[in-house]
T-cell receptor, first 114, second 110 residues
Framework: NAGVTQTPKFQVLKTGQSMTLQCAQDMNHEYMSWYRQDPGMGLRLIHYSVGAGITDQGEVPNGYNVSRSTTEDFPLRLLSAAPSQTSVYFC?????????????FGPGTRLTVT | DAKTTQPPSMDCAEGRAANLPCNHSTISGNEYVYWYRQIHSQGPQYIIHGLKNNETNEMASLIITEDRKSSTLILPHATLRDTAVYYCIVASTGYSTLTFGKGTMLLVSP
């Protein structure tokens, strides 16, 4: 298994541009989520999904959209990039939404908005 | 979810046990204690979790006090590769969304 994969690894955007951060997992996990991590800070939850077709907002959802059309994929869309969205973005998955299994994290996407 | 308090940094000599404390004095009865770590620039990695009994796996041991208001993560023989930020997280039953604080930066030195 590849686990949780994220693309791209690095991205530079200009203010106002849009883009999609890709996240995929091959473990048939129900639960997937997106976090952002700013320098010197812990992770903050952006959006999460407990299964295909179901998404919900986390702590910092503004400026981001998500969809979950398949179990495997959970893309994160930046609608109109702003410098405040410069961050490292991590995607995670977990086997059961209601259980206590470990969450598996991807390697991250480092985004800079100029 | 209950909040946690961790020291911002700790040092440990290579080969010695690293004992990382976490205070969660407002934890409620159905909340578990989770530990994750994040090695520089990588995604967080699950270590261990527990409810009220002590737990051990191949990576670490988790000791939870009887009143459940605090816990200690123990790395029995720390190596340089254990240098990382360690996060103590409290989450309730059936709740998979984790709230990460700033954690403890553990520096293991030769």
């Amino acid at each position: 298994n590849a686990g949780v994969t994220q693309t791209p690894k690095f991205q530079v955007l200009k203010t106002g541009q849009s883009m999609t951060l890709q996240c995929a997992q091959d473990m048939n996990h129900e639960y997937m989520s997106w976090y952002r991590q700013d320098p010197g800070m812990g992770l903050r939850l952006i959006h999460y999904s407990v299964g295909a077709g179901i998404t919900d907002q986390g702590e910092v959802p503004n400026g981001y959209n998500v969809s979950r059309s398949t179990t495997e994929d959970f893309p994160l869309r930046l609608l109109s990039a702003a410098p405040s969205q410069t961050s490292v973005y991590f995607c995670a998955s977990s086997p059961v939404a209601g259980g206590h299994y470990e969450q598996y994290f991807g390697p991250g996407t480092r985004l800079t908005v100029t | 979810d209950a909040k946690t308090t961790q020291p911002p940094s700790m040092d440990c000599a290579e080969g010695r046990a690293a004992n990382l404390p976490c205070n969660h004095s407002t934890i409620s009865g159905n909340e578990y204690v989770y530990w994750y770590r994040q090695i520089h620039s990588q995604g967080p990695q699950y270590i261990i979790h527990g409810l009220k009994n002590n737990e051990t796996n191949e990576m670490a041991s988790l000791i939870i006090t009887e009143d459940r208001k605090s816990s200690t993560l123990i790395l029995p023989h720390a190596t340089l590769r254990d240098t990382a930020v360690y996060y103590c997280i409290v989450a309730s039953t059936g709740y998979s969304t984790l709230t990460f604080g700033k954690g403890t930066m553990l520096l293991v030195s030769p």
